[in-house]
């Protein structure tokens, strides 16, 4: 295993997460989903509390999907998140979001969502335009305003990068 480059800051888990928690943020979140969710239905986004999550709240989005099949549309982004991208996508549909950034990549397989009905996650990388390796994982799952229809995504996604000169 490799040593963390200079200066980076070095946060022991044990620190973060209470001890005998899952780690994965994708896992915890797809937790948290089970729990507000009634028998066969989708939860709503009325029920989710961020400072229930918020340990994962900085990482998680969520999504508008509209009954006319018209472009989805970010409602709401972790600081974490928004961090990565250059200008607020809060409003914006989600052709908006950069190429080769955490929220295009987490978003790839929202059409699988959609049509399967069901939650997913996926774990892979990408390039920065500088060459930073970024390996990450994201998890969409689908919310309802009815308990019936898909009327959102609540989503999150993380990462790890290793600089240029790690690889």
């Excluded at 999550?53 to 970010?74: G, K, L, Q, R, T």
């Excluded at 950034?101 to 335009?129: C, N, Q």
């Excluded at 995504?153 to 790890?160: K, T």
Aim: charged content about 30%; proline content about 6%.
């Amino acid at each position: 295993m490799k040593d963390a480059p200079a200066g980076t800051e070095r946060t022991e888990i044990g620190e973060e997460l209470p001890q005998g928690m899952e780690r994965r943020l994708v896992l915890r979140l797809l937790s948290y989903w089970r729990e507000l969710r009634a028998e066969g239905e989708f939860p709503s986004f009325a029920d989710v509390d961020p400072d229930e999550m918020s340990d994962m709240w900085s990482h998680c989005f969520a999504i508008e999907i509209f009954e006319d099949d018209s472009e989805p549309v970010f409602r709401a982004m972790g600081d974490e998140l928004a961090a990565t991208t250059d200008y607020s996508l809060i409003d914006q549909g989600v052709t908006v979001a950069q190429e080769r950034t955490l929220a295009s990549v987490a978003i790839t397989f929202l059409p699988e969502v959609l049509r399967k009905g069901v939650p997913v996650s996926r774990g892979d990388e990408f390039f920065k335009a500088d060459g930073t390796q970024v390996l990450y994982r994201s998890i969409l799952l689908p919310m309802s305003d009815d308990g019936d229809r898909i009327s959102g995504i609540l989503g999150a996604v993380n990462c790890r990068e290793v600089p240029p000169e790690d690889q």
